[in-house]
Every structure is written in C-alpha cells, then in structure tokens.
C-alpha cells in the first residue's frame, strides 16, 4: 500500500480545506433514507473545523446529465449537516464561479460551505482540465474522503489535484485502504469470501483475485444458479448467465487444482414469479426444479454456510443470498448477516447492496468494518489501480 498523507498531518489553521466527499445517499420524496454516508465523514470535517480551517464540502448526487436538477441539490444533506454538526452550513447555488469564490474568501475560520452538486457541470464527469482548475482555485489544500467515488477518473477527484502541492486522504479512506489491504495483503486464515448478487460476469476478477488470498469461497445470490447449472444441476426458470457458464467451469477447476473449497447452496427458496406475493417452496438442489425459480438459499444452505463460517478467522462478504428487497426473500441475506456478525473473525463488508443488507439487518454493529465503497471496494480488491488515489501520488 503506498502512503498517502493522512488530513492530520498538514497544517490546516486558516488554510482553504477542499474535501471531496460521497455524500450520494439515497433520497426519499426529498428526505434522506439512509444518511451513514455523510456520518462516516463526520470526523475528517469535524477534524478541520477544530484546526481552524474554512472547510468547502463537494460532492455529486445522483446521475442529473450534466443540467441543474433541484431533483437532486445536494439541499437536504446540507440540513442534514447542520443538525449533525450543529453549525451553520453555507449553501451556495453553484460550486464554481465568483460568487462561490467571494463566499469562501470571506468565511472565517471554522466555517463550513458545502458547494452544490459538481455533477450539475457535466465538465465534472469528462475530468475538464478548465472546470478542474477552477474548483482547484477555491482551495489551498485539496482531501479526498470519497471511498465510494475514488474509482472515478473526474474532476473533482482526479484533474484538479494537479494543481496542488498539499493534497491527502481523509480518515474514511484511511480506513477503507486499511481494511481492504489487509484482505490482499496479510489476511488472517482461514480466509472466506462470501459473495452474492446477481452476476457471475460483476464478480469473475474479484474471484480471480481473490483465489490467491482466500482458503475459500461460499457463493449464494442469483450468481450460484450459474455454478449450479456448470455443475450439470436442473435450476429451473432460475436467473442463468448462459454465456458465462463455461467461466464459472473454469473457475471450478482452478479452485479444485489451487485445494481452494466452492460451496454452493444445497437447497433453496422457489417461487413460481418474481414477486413478493409469489407462491413459493422449498427444494433440494438436484431435484427438478421445472418452471420454479430461486429467489434465496434454503434452510439448508444457510445451516451449511453457517458451518463454513465457523473456522474462518476473516470474513468478506460482497452481495446478498437473495432478493433481499422482497420480504419473503430476505431470510438468507439477513441470516448470512447475523452468522458473521456472531463470528469472532475479523469482518469486512464490501459492496452497496452488502451495506444496505447488513444495516436492513440491524446487525451492522457487530461486523469489524462496512465497506462505503461499492465499485471502488471491487475494484480496490481487483487489484486495478483508482484514479483518486493515483492523482494523490
């Protein structure tokens, strides 16, 4: 892991502190849902308001295309914001311009800006080396605290650190690189990978990294069904990436050559259609599954993963078991999440729809760290070098 300069270690005492965060929470009729996102910053900008910096908060929201959307003004996380920090939070219509600047320029010390939406300028996304150095322009030291978007070759996270001398990381990207490193680089064994979700294509270079580190893997979600079927096994109207059956053989083999253990769920919940009032059953994988399709592991699967689970001395857990968003498919997700936060392993969750799992469950508390970064944790683990991080060098 390379060493990047860490906000405590620069002198912030009236200096502009530009920090690039991922306040992108999911919204509600305007309302935040789920605010973990902007708690997880809290303490690298409570950090600067104490050393007395003018503190200028940016982040994006949403996908608005590059065109001013009130949809999604990054409004209600700067009231968010001011009930958390209790101080005012300054709230300017734009995130570049005079007016911008003029603000800053006459904040005093400890204040905090937080500008509107960089992705309202669709210069921000195409990394528009004018619009880089005009954001470069509001500060003196430039921090990124965006795990969730250090994946991104933008401007505000890649072409403006040219133009700085002092630039770091913040304590939420501390903690994500440490957590994740350790996984790829000194993990304690045994060493489990539980991946879920839908697709075997979103997961194949993470579980070829990963077979270098892991003593195992234990794979459930809509991806096991195309092991399944590699496996010879009748899957029914289960989901099936046909064109990565032959990928999911391959990796078989490699496991079985490399002594690394495969488990795939043994039973699991059918329904007749994908909807939560679907009829639904239990069977055996083996059995004929016919016009059924899988939509969480069975009782079984979850006793067998839970057993695999025991040994492990590290644990990253990266999708759900099921279609976790639909009450009679959650039980496998929910109960993966209260194994390994029962277990006494050093436990990572990485992934968006993982977090949102694992805090749906209420057993958040108890896992060792949840990953803020959904492809920026992937690709991290991928062993693909971020531009975010790249740009601090």
Same mark, same amino acid.
């Given at each position: 892991m390379h060493s990047y300069k860490v906000i405590n270690q620069f002198d912030l005492k009236n200096k502009k502190v530009f920090i690039r965060t991922d306040f992108n929470v999911p919204l509600t009729d305007g309302v935040i849902a789920d605010d973990s996102r902007i708690?997880?910053? @809290?303490p690298t900008i409570k950090y600067a308001i104490e050393q007395k910096?003018?503190?200028?908060?940016a982040s994006h929201m949403g996908r608005p295309k590059g065109e001013k959307n009130p949809k999604y003004s990054l409004l209600p996380v700067a009231? +968010? *914001?001011? #009930? *958390? @920090? /209790?101080?005012?939070?300054i709230f300017p219509e /734009?995130?570049?311009g005079s007016g911008v600047k003029k603000l800053i320029q006459e904040a005093k010390e400890g204040s905090v800006i937080l500008l509107e939406n960089l992705r309202f300028h669709p210069e921000e996304e195409k990394n528009d080396p004018i619009f880089s150095e005009k954001l470069s322009e509001l500060a003196d030291i430039y921090i990124n605290d965006a795990f969730g978007a250090i994946h991104r070759a933008h401007a505000s996270i #890649?072409?403006? *650190? $040219?133009?700085? +001398? /002092? $630039?770091g990381i913040g304590f939420l990207v501390e903690k994500e690189l440490q957590f994740l490193t350790k996984l790829v680089e000194n993990p304690e064994k045994p060493f489990v990978a539980v991946l879920g979700g839908a697709k075997v294509s979103d997961k194949i270079d993470v579980i070829d990294s990963l077979m270098n580190h892991v003593s195992g893997f234990i794979i459930g979600g809509g991806m096991a069904y195309t092991f399944l079927k590699a496996q010879g096994h009748n899957i029914g109207k289960s989901l099936v990436e046909e064109t990565k059956i032959h990928q999911a053989e391959k990796i078989l083999q490699r496991a079985k050559i490399k002594g690394i253990e495969i488990t795939l769920p043994c039973d699991s919940v059918l329904a007749d259609k994908f909807e939560a009032t679907a009829s639904r059953k239990t069977a055996k994988v083996g059995e004929n599954w016919d016009n059924w399709m899988a939509l969480d592991i069975g009782p079984d699967s979850i006793k067998l993963f839970g057993e695999k689970l025991k040994t492990a001395k590290t644990i990253f857990w990266n999708g759900p078991m099921g279609v976790f968003e639909m009450y009679a498919f959650q039980t496998g997700t929910f109960e993966m999440a209260r194994m390994i936060s029962e277990s006494d392993a050093i436990s990572v969750a990485g992934g968006g729809d993982s977090a949102a799992a694992v805090n749906l469950s209420g057993h958040a508390g108890d896992f060792s760290f949840i990953s803020t970064g =959904? =492809?920026?944790s992937m690709e991290f683990l991928e062993g693909k070098t971020l531009p975010g991080l790249k740009a601090l060098l």
């Open positions: 708690r997880e910053t @809290l910096a003018v503190v200028i908060l009231q +968010k *914001l001011r #009930d *958390l @920090l /209790e101080c005012e939070i /734009e995130c570049i #890649d072409g403006m *650190l $040219k133009h700085f +001398k /002092e $630039k =959904g =492809g920026a």
